[in-house]
């Protein structure tokens, strides 16, 4: 199973998808009022309280997260089934919606508090870019799959 290349890109895409769950997506620091927005909730915090002030809003902001969590399982699950190729780019196929849907939720979420904070100097954070990757190492291992596909049904009709 981990001789194949495509499995050693799906690892990588679980490994970057838990990885953006505990990055913050964007964050601002304006007047002493930090926002962070992450994969589960906007916090926005006062200077002078720090966490023992903060106030947490969860929705629509777990959106993020529950994407980034299905697309794990759906990797995971798809580095279980070796055996059926078919089966595996199925899964790729359905693995990539959702890894779009979490680059587009966090684009989409991101722009929202943007607008919604007047004169911010706000910077991404790597969880709005890691997910790029893990599309990047999905297309790939989806190819190699489809690459070991052909290869079998070649050798088939040989004999």
């Known amino acids: 199973m981990w001789q194949r290349i495509q499995t050693v890109f799906l690892a990588i895409s679980v490994i970057i998808l838990l990885t953006i769950l505990v990055l913050p997506i964007w964050m601002v620091d ?15 915090s006062a200077g002078n309280g720090g966490e023992a002030g903060a106030s947490y809003q969860y929705i629509p902001y777990s959106i993020t997260a529950v994407l980034a969590i299905a697309s794990v399982t759906l990797s995971l699950i798809s ?3 070796y055996k059926s190729r ?3 780019m199925k899964i790729g196929a359905l ?5 779009v849907g979490v680059i587009l939720s966090s684009f989409y979420l991101s722009n929202q508090l943007i607008k919604s904070v ?4 706000g910077q991404y954070g790597l969880a709005m870019w890691l997910p790029a990757i893990s599309v990047l190492c999905n297309l790939l291992a989806n190819r190699f799959i489809r690459r070991d596909e052909k290869l079998v049904r070649d050798s088939s009709r040989l004999r």
């Open 30 to 44: 304006v007047n002493g009022e930090t926002t962070v927005l992450t994969p589960f909730y906007l916090m926005k």
């Open 86 to 88: 078919v089966t595996q």
């Open 118 to 121: 007047p004169d911010s100097t």
């Open 79 to 81: 580095i279980t089934k």
């Open 95 to 99: 693995n990539s919606f959702f890894l």
